[in-house]
Nanobody, 120 residues
């Protein structure tokens, strides 16, 4: 079983950048498909990005494609989400997740989340 802890959230102006981190413990990040989700106030949680076990494949939600990049550092057992050109509508709690399949839902393990607020 893996434990996940997100960090790096905060307040940023529209057009700015943030990098979120997801530190894993208990198992290596290469044991799972790792993903980021987000949940805005009053909305359902939505898929943002995922990276395969090998690290060789990534998928993104259309709303973040070209602006966000998911990556990982095996030596640090950490997954990252680099967010550029942030928009007001990117404001949400961002969650890290680990699962078995390269899909946009049905992940097994979740972190507690980190708040990202984009001011317009």
């Amino acid at each position: 079983q893996v434990q996940l802890m997100e960090s790096g959230g905060g307040l940023v102006q529209a057009g700015g950048s943030l990098r979120l981190s997801c530190a894993a413990s208990g198992r290596t990040v290469s044991s799972y498909v790792m993903a980021w989700f987000r949940q805005a106030p009053g909305k359902e949680r939505e898929f943002v990005a995922a990276i395969s076990r090998s690290g060789g494949s990534t998928i993104y939600a259309e709303s973040v494609k070209g602006r966000f990049t998911i990556s990982r550092d095996i030596t640090k057992n950490t997954v990252y989400l680099q967010m550029n050109s942030l928009k007001f509508e990117d404001t949400a709690v961002y969650y890290c997740a680990a699962g078995a399949l390269m899909v946009t839902s049905r992940y097994d393990y979740w972190g507690q989340g980190t708040q990202v607020t984009v001011s317009s």
